[in-house]
Structure formats: C-alpha cells, structure tokens
C-alpha cells in the first residue's frame, strides 16, 4: 500500500484539519501543547468539523422530483450540479474522472470526521487530564465517528442484509491514523459491528444532556443506536434503544397554533428540542433555484394538504420562481438554517413505533404514530390514525416517517432498507431532460459509486457494480 494514502481518502480530510494541527502541536508561550487533554475539548468544540454528513441521498429519494424544464436546464447549465442531478437520476458515475469536479466531497468530509476522531480517540490516553475527562471527551468522538461510519455504510455499500453482510463489501475501516494503510473495503458486517461498539463504549461516559445540540450525550447514543439497528433490521434493539433516548428525551414541537414558521418563533437547530444530535448535509441549505426541493406528487398525497407540516414547511412553486410548477420544501429558507440529518426524538418514536407494529403490537404502534401526529396538526383538523392489522400499521408508520422526513436522506435510507420487502417494492422513473431512468427492486443503483478519483489512486478500492 502506497504511503499516499491520505491524499487519495483524505484530501479534504487534511486541509480542513491544518488548522487544528497548527494550534496543537506548536509549542510556544501561552498556546496550548499536544499533551494538555484541553486542547482534544477544544478540537470537539468546533462542532463544524463535526456536524457535515452526506446530501446526495437526499436528491435519491421518490420525495422528490425536478421535473420542470427551466429547473433541469438550470440544473444541466454547469458541471458544478453534477452531484445533484447524477444522484437524483441514480446514474452509475456521479463525479466523472477528468472534470472540475471529480472529487466526492461527501466522502472526503465523512473521512476528515474520522480522521478527527481517530487522532482524539488515540492521542487522549496520554494526555494531562483526569481519567474521567478523558473518557467524557473520548466518548463524544466515539458518536461522531459512529455516525459518520453510518452514513458511509448507508451511501456506498448494499442495504444490509444478514444472510450476505459478512462479506459484503462495506467502506475502509481506518480506526488509527498512521502514514500508510490498506485501503480495502471491510465487509458491511465489520462496520455495524465497529458502529455499535463505538456507541456501547460511549455511553457510560457521556452527559445525560447537552449544553447544544451539536455536542453528544447519551440520548444521542441510544438514538444512533436505534438508527443503526433499524437499518440491520434488528426492530427489537431499535425499538429498544429509541425507547432508551425517549425516556431521557421526548419534547416535541407542538405545531397547532403556530401560524408561518420565521426565525425567531422556531427554535434554532442547536438548540431545538427536538434534535438529539444536529448534523446537516454536505454542501449546506438548498435555498434558492435551482437547487431547491420540488416534492413529488405521490409524497404531498400522502402528506395531505391539512397537515401543518404542508402548510408550515411547503410553499407554491411561485413562491421559487415564476417558472415552476408544483410545490417546494421551503423549510430551510424559512427557518433560515440547514436542514437536520441527525437523530431526533420524532425518529425515535416512529423507530419505536415501528418495532411495536412488526411485533403485532398495533396499539403500541399507532398511539406513537398519534402522539406525534397530534402535535403537527391544528386542532380543528387532527383526526387519529387506526390499524386494523399489523400490515395496516407498519404501512401507517413509514408513511409517518415519510412526512416527517420529508427532503433529508432518511426517505432514501428507508427505501433502501424496504426494497427487500415485496410490500414496499416499487419501480421509480425519472425522465431528466429527455431521457428516463429507471430504479428497480434489488437494483445496484440503491448504493452510491465510489468516485473513479479515489479508486483510480487506490486500486485496493473496489468498486461497487
């Protein structure tokens, strides 16, 4: 394996970490030195190296459609929105080989998170400071290091199966930060497995509450905990963790009397109850055309036009631009802030809900489903939910999921965990500027290409079909 290893995984890693490296190992009067278990609580304090997690699978999911003419020219006007369009058409090559733009910077910012907490994880053990602020600090690097290996294994290698995971082809597992390592993919298995040690290892050390919601704590363990079993579909440690977070966390936004959403009457993300853990998409807010999200006709079916969730979150296609058509996710402009990808306490009550409608329990499910629900509609305009099956239930829970996710990778994540399920099997087509795509039950194009650059100076590297 050939030294250059960081520069072909990492590139972005390393620049973004310059900065940091500077300040810790320059030993000068009044600065602090690498031995001062001060300096890794400061590392974690710039929650910007900490909070970016993948975007492209949120253009990926049926959610969303950019069907109007001037969006797709718009769209196809630079290679600068390749990234976008190639991901929301499932295409086999997302940054081509040769471009501007044939670096993944999603990828690139998933591993500088790693690299980060490798060099904290590693370093701490022999730094000044006492056992327990050691482990405090080393157990916050253990959950952003989980979740950033969750994201990979979710964007770059196959739904996870239990017959197959063992040697199904995962992402490199780099876990200590040397001058050269191999760069093989581990299985899918070995990195579920280093994900739920990771936030096992955690917990005991982590606050039972966070200052900001940028900084981990045991709800934000369990809560990727949860996650990460409901992607393995393991529903009964999902539904076990989530009801873990809930018991320490459970405040939900109550949306009946609220009017239109501004920014100072919605709480800031860092600070919103209802995030267990804040992190947001590589590449920021999609605020302005072209880019922003036009949602699907089939979704705002299911959404339903007396939600407030529609009438908070989604304006008219005028409100974007007098050239569209439909309607728009608008949350993010409205709020004036990036959309949030990480584990939240709705997550954590459809998770549960979940698990209880796979179990037969299909009281248990629907008045989770019910007691979110009652906080996103008027009152005039709530009617509850029932099942008369556990068929019914699940059926009632995953369109839940789906409103309450609506524009974020969690819709993707879901068809690609469900895609093995005949009940929810569906063929999606996209026609993008005239040419249709197709995605197809059990199709490779449910994970995500390994960017030809990488692979092409790490031959280790193998590719996905």
Same mark, same amino acid.
């Given at each position: 394996?050939?030294?250059?290893?960081?520069?072909s995984?990492?590139?972005?890693?390393?620049?973004a970490?310059?900065?940091?490296?500077?300040?810790?190992?320059?030993?000068?009067?009044?600065n602090?030195?690498?031995n001062?278990?001060?300096n890794y609580?400061?590392?974690?304090?710039?929650?910007?190296?900490?909070?970016?997690?993948?975007?492209i699978a949120?253009?990926?999911?049926?959610d969303?459609?950019?069907?109007?003419?001037?969006?797709?020219?718009a769209?196809?006007?630079?290679?600068?929105y390749?990234?976008?369009?190639?991901?929301y058409?499932?295409?086999?090559?997302i940054?081509?080989?040769g471009s501007p733009?044939e670096?993944?910077?999603?990828?690139?910012t998933?591993?500088?998170?790693?690299?980060?907490?490798?060099?904290?994880?590693?370093e701490?053990?022999?730094?000044? *400071?006492?056992?327990?602020?050691?482990?405090?600090?080393?157990a916050?690097a253990?959950?952003h290091?989980?979740?950033a290996?969750?994201?990979?294994v979710?964007?770059?290698a196959?739904?996870?199966?239990a017959?197959?995971?063992?040697?199904?082809?995962g992402?490199?597992?780099l876990?200590?930060?040397?001058?050269?390592?191999?760069?093989?993919?581990?299985?899918?298995?070995?990195?579920?497995n280093?994900?739920i040690?990771d936030?096992?290892?955690?917990i005991?050390?982590?606050?039972?509450?966070q200052?900001?919601n940028?900084?981990?704590?045991?709800?934000?363990a369990?809560?990727?905990?949860a996650r990460?079993?409901?992607m393995?579909?393991?529903?009964g440690?999902?539904g076990?963790?989530?009801e873990?977070?809930?018991?320490l966390?459970?405040?939900l936004?109550?949306?009946a009397?609220?009017?239109?959403?501004?920014?100072?009457n919605?709480?800031?993300?860092?600070?919103?109850?209802?995030?267990?853990?804040?992190?947001?998409?590589? *590449?920021?807010?999609?605020?302005?055309?072209?880019?922003?999200?036009?949602?699907?006709d089939?979704?705002?079916t299911?959404? *339903?036009?007396?939600?407030?969730?529609?009438?908070?979150?989604?304006?008219p296609a005028?409100?974007?631009?007098?050239?569209?058509?439909?309607?728009?996710?608008?949350?993010e402009?409205?709020?004036?802030?990036?959309?949030?990808?990480?584990?939240?306490?709705?997550?954590?009550m459809?998770?549960?809900?979940?698990?209880?409608?796979r179990?037969?329990?299909?009281?248990g499910a629907?008045?989770?489903v019910?007691?979110?629900?009652?906080?996103?509609?008027r009152?005039?305009?709530?009617v509850?939910?029932?099942a008369?099956?556990?068929?019914?239930a699940?059926?009632?829970?995953?369109?839940?999921?789906?409103?309450?996710?609506?524009?974020?990778?969690?819709?993707?994540?879901?068809m690609?965990?469900?895609?093995s399920?005949?009940a929810?099997?569906?063929?999606?087509?996209?026609?993008?500027n005239?040419?249709?795509?197709?995605?197809?039950?059990?199709?490779?194009r449910?994970?995500?290409p390994?960017?030809e650059y990488?692979?092409?100076?790490?031959?280790?590297?193998?590719?996905?079909?």
């Open positions: 394996m050939k030294s250059k290893y960081k520069l995984i990492l590139s972005f890693a390393v620049v970490l310059m900065g940091c490296k500077k300040y810790v190992d320059i030993k000068t009067q009044g602090l030195v690498p001062q278990t001060i609580r400061y590392l974690l304090n710039n929650t910007s190296g900490f909070e970016q997690v993948a975007s949120d253009f990926a999911s049926s969303i459609v950019i069907n109007d003419a001037s969006q797709q020219s769209l196809s006007g630079t290679q600068f390749n990234y976008l369009t190639s991901s058409n499932w295409q086999s090559v940054y081509p080989l733009y670096q993944d910077a999603n990828w690139n998933l591993y500088a998170t790693i690299l980060t907490c490798n060099t904290i994880i590693n701490l053990p022999s730094s000044d *400071g006492t056992q327990a602020q050691k482990d405090a600090i080393a916050e253990l959950v290091r989980a979740d290996y969750l994201n990979l979710n964007t770059y196959k739904p996870y199966s017959s197959t995971a063992a040697t199904d082809l992402v490199p597992l876990l200590t930060q040397t001058v050269s390592q191999s760069l093989n993919r581990a299985s899918i298995q070995a990195i579920y280093q994900i040690s936030l096992l290892t955690a005991p050390s982590l606050p039972a509450t200052a900001y940028t900084l981990p704590s045991k709800p934000s369990y809560g990727e905990l990460c079993y409901l393995m579909k393991d529903f440690n999902a076990r963790y989530a873990e977070a809930l018991k966390r459970n405040t936004i109550d949306y009397n609220i009017t239109a959403i501004t920014t100072t919605y709480p800031r993300r860092i600070i919103n109850p209802e995030i267990l853990l804040s992190k947001i998409p590589t *590449g920021g807010s999609l605020t302005f055309a072209p880019t922003v999200l036009k949602l699907s089939d979704f705002l299911i959404l *339903g036009t007396s939600d407030q969730r529609y009438r908070l979150f989604t304006v005028t409100t974007v631009s007098a050239t569209y058509t439909g309607r728009f996710q608008y949350k402009s409205l709020t004036g802030e990036t959309r949030n990808q990480g584990v939240s306490v709705p997550e954590m459809l998770i549960r809900a979940e698990a209880f409608a179990s037969g329990d299909i009281p629907m008045n989770l019910n007691a979110l629900r009652i906080k996103r509609f009152t005039a305009d709530f509850p939910l029932s008369s099956s556990a068929t019914e699940l059926n009632e829970v995953i369109n839940e999921r789906r409103r309450e996710f609506f524009g974020n990778m969690l819709r993707w994540w879901d690609r965990r469900l895609n399920e005949t929810f099997q569906r063929t999606y087509t996209r026609t993008f005239g040419v249709t795509y197709t995605l197809s039950p059990g199709s490779n449910y994970t995500f390994i960017a990488l692979r092409n100076l790490n031959p280790e590297l193998e590719a996905n079909p």
